[in-house]
């Protein structure tokens, strides 16, 4: 059974709702002392960790995050790599999804656990989540078996299950439940006890290796009935513009229509990389299915098999910044970097 023992869990404190805390007599929000954690959760010291705290010099709203952030966050995690036995990111729920594929992408050879979490009610409100978020996700960052840690990649964890970080997506906007992870089963589920997916996890790697070169020339495109020629158009020939994301019907599909497979072809033969994925919240495209999608493949589209969205769109990112183009791109993109495809 994996155990927990003393080991040395660094949080980190980006921004986000988890932060916050309300002033009683005002009802306003202001944000939390993370200095005075162990004495507003009394319960953390039950986990036996040695827990330290980083925050960012300005923490922001999850609605403002970038690629100069996620930067930020990967470089704390390298600065403080072996004086601590895990990481917890406490974030904002809008865009953590997106931080924690950038993250899966940055974090070449992982070999300790970075959790992402956060919270739907700030951490003072009375039916607050943010307790049971934070608690389990530091507990599955001290996990240990055998003097190693049980989870050696990036996760995220909201509502008793921890995922892949790369694989979710945020479903709700208003219940507890806000994650969901459509084409990979969670990692652990926590409840009368912490049930760990061993067989879903990835093993670690030898050795950190950070990677911080993004290029965010990147754009998704969802399609939808009535889609402009002159509006499409227009986007494929956006200066600057180097990958679309687009959001297809069900396994991939899109319109037969002669004006847009020629917008596409004439982008992609431009140089533009387009990477096909489902706006379906669950399921993978299939290129070739259908006669719909048999058109995209033959003129270039690259397919996202069952990547979400906000993993295609960081993955692209990073693909670009690493200086990856042309049908090497094709190639890289297609195979698995941190568990993102199946």
Known sequence: MPTLSSVKILLIYTGGTIGMIKDFESGALRAFDFNQLLEKIPELRLLECAIDTVSFSQPIDSSNMSPRHWVEIARIIEARYEDFDGFVVLHGSDTMSYSASALSFMLGGLAKPVIFTGSQLPIGDLRTDAKENLITAIQLAALRDAGRPVVQEVGLYFEYKLYRGNRTTKINAENFNAFASPNFPALAESGVHLKVNREFLLSGGTGLNVRTDFDDAVMIVQLFPGLSAAVFEAVLRLKGLRGVVL????????????????????????????????????????????????????????????????????????????????SAFKVAFEQSIAGEMS
């Open 247 to 326: 959001e297809t019907y069900g396994s991939g599909n899109a319109p037969s229509d002669d004006w847009f497979i020629d917008a596409l072809r004439g982008a992609i033969a431009g140089g533009l990389l387009v990477v096909n994925v489902t706006q379906c919240s669950g399921g993978r495209v299939q290129m070739g299915q259908y006669e719909t999608s048999t058109r995209l493949r033959e003129i270039g589209v690259i397919s996202g098999d069952d990547i979400t969205t906000e993993a295609a769109v960081t993955k692209m990112m990073f693909l670009l910044g690493s200086g990856i183009t042309g």
